[in-house]
């Protein structure tokens, strides 16, 4: 393709000011990174192709060898229920984190933060195995939690990745960094592993 390129038949630009060219070590870099090539312009991309010959665009995002300053949490039905904003402008994620076993134990986390995303306090409640333990406790404690916000806005959320050690556990939005070449940053929520974010960061979507 950057022979392509060369003969004008494919025309790579990145998305910005003025949209200019790539250099031929940039276009050599897209190319051989095919793995980032995006067909969804609705999508964080740095640089687009253009297939004069088809009238087609693929956009590209390359990979980031740093982690994230910032992860999005959207907010929906199911696992990120209950994040949203404070009056005050602060932010809140309140979830019920896991260790899985036997000797495993199920908490409710209710993680503040201020409004650039540092977290501000981790309030985390410990109510042993889900084999053994009081689900109505569980339920009043997490119930209980969300009334003490307060007045709250159900919404988007940025925040930092973080991590606190309860009941010699750590918990948060811990980074795991890629494994082998061409691997990808992840933040899983943890303790269980039950969402788990990459780029884009700001797509506010997790896996599960």
């Known amino acids: 393709m950057a022979r392509l390129t060369q003969l004008g038949l494919v025309w790579m630009y990145r998305l910005g000011g003025g949209n200019p060219d790539l250099t031929e070590a940039e276009v050599v870099s897209v190319v051989n990174d095919q793995r980032h090539w995006i067909f969804d312009q609705g999508v964080s991309h740095a640089v687009a192709l253009y297939l004069t010959g088809l009238g087609e665009r693929i956009y590209y995002l390359p990979m980031h060898h740093d982690p994230p300053a910032l992860v999005a949490i959207d907010h929906d039905d199911y696992m990120a229920e209950h994040v949203g904003h404070l009056p005050d402008g602060r932010q809140f994620f309140l979830t019920t984190p896991f260790v899985s076993g036997d000797d495993g134990a199920e908490f409710v986390a209710l993680y503040v933060f201020d409004r650039v995303g540092t977290l501000t306090d981790a309030m985390i409640d410990a109510f042993g195995p889900r084999a053994s333990m009081d689900r109505a406790a569980r339920t ?35 980074c795991r960094p890629p494994e082998g070449d061409g691997g990808s940053w992840w933040v899983e929520v943890q303790p269980g592993n039950y969402m788990a974010f990459t780029e884009p960061w700001d797509s506010g979507e997790y896996d599960t």
């Open 140 to 174: 009043e404690r997490y119930e209980g939690r969300l009334r003490e916000l307060g007045p709250v806005t159900f919404d988007r959320i940025e925040v930092k990745p973080f991590a606190v050690e309860r009941f010699g556990v750590t918990f948060g939005l811990i």
